[in-house]
Structures are given as structure tokens and as C-alpha cells.
């Protein structure tokens, strides 16, 4: 196993000194009110050694919080709710907690890259069901043929990453039919829960039935803009959080001390600051979209996250992954081939994913660099 492809896209950045519109990371910092409450917690001695293995209660009651004032859910602060470090731990702690070896793990293609990862680490077996454009909408029918007698658990992500597809109310309901029919366990990747432009975010574990088969997962690296800190958590039904809970002690024991409290903070921020978030957003989104089409890439608007995906083939080459190794020297920008979040690279194969987190100018720079490209 090589490094990822954030990585590699990364350095690329740094080596042609290229605009970087790759890995997912914002270009500005959260709200300072945030930074300044991790200082105040390192040097008023609040969290500079271990904290808690679960998290510091002043999180774990915020999670909780925050999940009743956004969706209505009510979790136990003390049994139901775990920290971790960031939605990656999350994430394969609840692979490494639920999957057994040979047990098939179903997830949409194309996917986050530790998710593959995740489950082989399981000794799992991955299934995918793919994602297609324009829509990227989930096929039903594929997914219900997917599910045998040794499926597991389907691993959902929405708001998803790279589509930018946001699973509707009547998707998610008939995915958790399915799920209550072969008694299978969810784990629900919501770390762009607070990014949405059209329809709602709807939590999987909202949904009927779903209460005690769900683990939900979600990180304040995207909804705070602070992605170097790595808070993420776990909701879930205390039997759940404690198999989760009981493998994520061996993966980093516990993290984060000081930024702990700092985000405890976060999640009390007002309403204004959640919706601000998408409506930010937006406004970035539809820049690069416009841009993106005028340049002759033909773009599949997202209705989450802060990415948007791009089909390249009018650009002659077919061939993603080329296309973005040349890309910085051509014309000085990078971004994301969407190849390699899938099994089938066929499926993805002329499909770029840009990131649209970062600001105005700095998006109309990559636009203007982008101008001189032929279709
Ligand atoms: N899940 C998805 C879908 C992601 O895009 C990311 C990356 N940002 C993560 C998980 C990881 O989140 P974190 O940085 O909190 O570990
Ligand atoms: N989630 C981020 C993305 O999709 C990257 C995180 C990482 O570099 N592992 O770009």
C-alpha cells in the first residue's frame, strides 16, 4: 500500500507550487473564538494530559446536544456517545469492532479511501454498489442484490464524498428497510452533515428501526474548518459505542486533550453559524462550477460537501489519474482523480474531483490558470 492519494496530490502541489484544490482541507481557519478556547484550555492545564478514554464530558454532553437540536435524537452523554480521533478513527474502529473476518461489508463506490482500507484491515469483504453520474444517485435494486446471507453492514456516506450526492429521506428509508429486513448493522459517515445546498441532511440512525442498528459518525474538522485538530465521534446505542469504544483504546487510546474543550464550545455556537456554513459554501460552489464548465470540463453540480466532481474525456486523454499528475505542470492546479475511490476504475475512470473550500480568489486564480486548457 502506497501513500494516498491526498498526499501525493498534496506534495505535487507544494513541488509545481500549484493552486490546491485536491485534498479537502479549508484555506482558512475556524472561528478564532474556537482557536482562542484550545489555547485557553493548553495553557490553563485543561486537557495537556490524558483525557478520559470515552472523551471529556463536556463533549460528550455537547455531541449529545447537538444532535437533540439538529435532529431531534437524544444520546446518553455518558454511554452513547464516544470522541475520537477525527472521523477516520471513528470509522475503523467501528470496521475493526463489528466486521468479522469474511463477513462482506457493502458500501457505494465511489468511496472515501480508508474505507477499503478500513475493511481489509477487518479482514472484511468489500461490496460495491456504484454511484453513477449525472446523479450519483444510490441504485436500490443493486444494493438489494448486493445484500447475501454473509453481509454485515452497509457503510454509508452522505453528504458523499466525491459526488457531493445527499441520500434523500425516501432513499435512506428504503436503505434502512433493507437493513431492518436482513438485520444488518449501518455505519453512517455524516461528516458533511452541515453542508447540504439542496433537499436535508437526514441522519440514518433517525430513521425507523435504525435507533440500534446505527453508528453514527462525524467530525468538527469539516463543520468548524479546524481538520488539523482530529475531533471526531461516534453516536450510537451504548452497546454499540462500547464494542467501538473497546477497539478504539488499542487504536489511539485517546487524543486531542486541549481541542476537546475547544470544540465542546464549537457545538454550541449558534444556529447562524451551521446555516452559515452552506450558505458560504454555496456561493464557492457555484464560482467553481460555472468556472469549471466555462474551461470545458463537464461538471456534475454537488448538492453537499465542498467538493464537486468534473468528467475530463473532452480534453482528448480519457484517463483520470493522468490527467491530474499533468495538470500542475500544464496549467498549475491540482485536484483529485475519482479512480481511485473506486473498485471498478472503469466506472470513474474520466472523473476529476476538485475541492471548492477554499477562497474566492484563490478559486478564481485556479479558474484563470485553468483558461488556457484545450478541449
Ligand atoms: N469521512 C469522509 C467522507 C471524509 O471526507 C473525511 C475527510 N475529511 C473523513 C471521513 C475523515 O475525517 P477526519 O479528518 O475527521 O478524520
Ligand atoms: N477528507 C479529505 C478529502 O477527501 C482528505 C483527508 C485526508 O487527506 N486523508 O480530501
Redesign the pocket.
Known sequence: MGTTIFAEMSALAVATGSVNLGQ?FPDTDGPHEIARAADDAILGGRGNQYPPGPGIPELRQAIARHQRRWYGLDFDPDTEVLVTA????A?AAALLALVEPGDEVIAFEPY?D?YAACIAMAGGVRVPVTLRPPAFRPDLDALRAAVTPRTRLILL?SPH?PTGSVFTRAELTAIAELACERDLLVVA?E??EHMVYTGEHVPAGSLPGMRERTVSVS?A??TFSF?GW?I?WVTASAELVAAVRAVKQFLTFVSGGPFQYAIAEALQMPDAYFTGISADLRGKRDLLCAGLSQAGFVVYPPDGTYFVTTDISQFGGADGVEFCRNLPHQAGVVEIPNAVFYDDPDAGRTQVRFAFCKRPEVLQDALARMEKLQC
Request: overall charge neutral; glycine content about 22%; aromatic content about 10%.
Open positions: 479537502g477525527g472521523a477516520t478513527e470509522v472515501y480508508s456516506n464524498n459517515d461528516v458533511y467530525s474538522g469539516k481538520t482530529k471526531g
